[in-house]
Antibody, heavy 119, light 107 residues
Framework: QMQLVQSGPEVKKPGTSVKVSCKASGFSFTSSAMQWVRQARGQRLEWIGWIVVGSGNTNYAQKFQKRVTITRDMSTSTAYMELSSLRSEDTAVYYC????????????WGQGTLVTVSS | DIQMTQSPSSLSASVGDRVTITCQASQDITNYLNWYQQKPGKAPKLLIYDASNVETGVPSRFSGSGSGTDFTFTISSLQPEDIATYYCQQYDNLLFTFGPGTKVEIK
């Protein structure tokens, strides 16, 4: 079945970077698009950006434009989200999600990765 | 970037009640509007895509409507398992944005 499995929790120091992975299985990774979303504890969902896997084209929310890079490795069906210059406000659960394939709705979601930024 | 507003921010209703949530975009997004359900500690679940299409496997009590800037999400008969936060998400010009969410509770 279609599945997205994310990497494990991370604890990072302020000013450093984190790279979260999202491995896809059970569907055509190369034909898909993946978004990254985050959610601080008790807060709303926040859209970070997305990648069209086949072309590698990316688009980012203005808020994250200067600090985020989304990439993919088609040989391993894995997408990555790297966030740099971390600060305490970046502490959140980060989710990857894949489009359904017939709409711009994200049907398949990873389990989430908790990133904690603390000195 | 397009901004999304949702109302109400929270609501309390009885089992069997009809529940309506609205979502407004800051500019015309045609019908590129999704609705998600998120339960505590879980990833969001896609319920509605393209404003009014119910995702496969989603109960028929969930529906959506609207186009342009104004959209509505409805639960025709609220069930205990529908307790969650509901988010709209728009797509326009290669970017996505979520609404602030509506928390639905049982009275």
């Amino acid at each position: 079945q279609m599945q997205l499995v994310q990497s494990g929790p991370e604890v990072k120091k302020p000013g450093t970077s984190v790279k979260v992975s999202c491995k896809a299985s059970g569907f055509s990774f190369t034909s898909s698009a993946m978004q990254w979303v985050r959610q601080a504890r008790g807060q709303r969902l926040e859209w970070i950006g997305w990648i069209v896997v086949g072309s590698g084209n990316t688009n980012y929310a203005q808020k994250f434009q200067k600090r985020v890079t989304i990439t993919r490795d088609m040989s391993t069906s894995t997408a990555y989200m790297e966030l740099s210059s971390l600060r305490s406000e970046d502490t959140a659960v980060y989710y990857c999600a894949a489009l359904s394939g017939y709409s711009y709705g994200y049907k398949y979601w990873g389990q989430g990765t908790l990133v904690t930024v603390s000195s | 970037d397009i901004q999304m507003t949702q109302s109400p921010s929270s609501l309390s209703a009885s089992v069997g009640d009809r529940v309506t949530i609205t979502c407004q975009a800051s500019q015309d997004i045609t019908n590129y509007l999704n609705w998600y359900q998120q339960k505590p500690g879980k990833a969001p679940k896609l319920l509605i895509y393209d404003a009014s299409n119910v995702e496969t496997g989603v109960p028929s009590r969930f529906s959506g409507s609207g186009s342009g800037t104004d959209f509505t999400f409805t639960i025709s008969s609220l069930q205990p398992e529908d307790i969650a936060t509901y988010y709209c998400q728009q797509y326009d010009n290669l970017l996505f944005t979520f609404g602030p969410g509506t928390k639905v509770e049982i009275k």
